[in-house]
């Protein structure tokens, strides 16, 4: 199986600043036949579903503030947010959805400072 | 709009077994492959496996071999995940998600559904 290891498992980050989280894959998650990295970025907020933000590592969701952004190929990614809105406090997950089973990483707490 | 709608909270003994159901609105049943997803209390999420609601194909998690069974009623467009040999590590919020168009990754996801297992 692919580990999935986030970094921080939380962050305190002041309103209107940059809030970075990063991903790394114990293997790839690069497909050489479309060049496309299999990894997504969700944000779970408490009672409610995970959200999708990003995937193919860099593409946003339609309806995702542009604010939200990720970076990164092959077995080390990252997201951030550019300029911390309060409605951001949630938990980010990340995941390969590269090869089965899909997995994620453990999750990154984010919060306001 | 899509939607996909999951059965109600459940409480269970040990070595039963339980069934929830996730109902698909809002778009081609057959067309978007089906993934379940479970987080138990205060922990991360855990992909549990895969059905194709068009063949009724499935993948499960190796972890969830020979206790998982996911299967689809297309004319209801529902999909349903039964676990059984139920224990307390099973206590969890199970969601449907649905995989998106060309390989995108979970789009949607059902509200979640408790499972509660208890003696």
């Known amino acids: 199986d692919i580990v999935m290891t986030q970094s921080p498992d939380s962050l305190a980050v002041s309103l209107g600043e940059r809030a970075t989280i990063n991903c790394k894959s114990s293997q790839s998650v690069l497909n050489s036949s479309n060049f496309k990295n299999y990894l997504a970025w969700y944000q779970q907020k408490p009672g409610q579903p995970p959200k999708l933000l990003i995937y193919?590592?860099?593409t946003r969701e339609s309806g995702v503030p542009d604010r939200f952004s990720g970076s990164g190929s092959v077995t080390d990614f990252t997201l951030t947010i550019s300029s911390l809105q309060a409605e951001d406090v949630a938990v980010y997950y990340c995941?390969?959805?590269?090869?089965?089973?899909?997995?994620f990483g453990q999750g990154t707490k984010v919060e306001i400072k | 709009q899509v939607q996909l709608v999951e059965s109600g909270a459940e409480v269970k003994k040990p070595g039963t077994s339980v069934k929830v159901s996730c109902k698909a609105s809002g778009y081609t049943f057959t067309s978007y492959y089906i993934h379940w997803v479970r987080q138990a209390p205060g922990q991360g999420l855990e992909w549990m496996g895969i059905?194709?609601?068009?063949?009724?194909?499935?993948t499960y998690a190796q972890k969830f071999q020979g206790r998982v069974t996911m299967t689809r009623d297309t004319s209801m467009s529902t999909v349903y995940m039964e676990l059984s040999s139920l224990r307390s590590e099973d206590t969890a919020v199970y969601y449907c998600?649905?995989?998106?168009?060309?390989?995108?990754?979970?789009?949607?996801w059902g509200q979640g559904s408790l499972v509660t297992v208890s003696s």
């Open positions: 193919w590592a860099t």
């Open positions: 998600a649905r995989e998106g168009w060309g390989g995108k990754p979970f789009d949607y």
């Open positions: 059905i194709n609601p068009s063949a009724g194909s499935t």
């Open positions: 995941q390969q959805y590269y090869t089965t089973p899909q997995t």
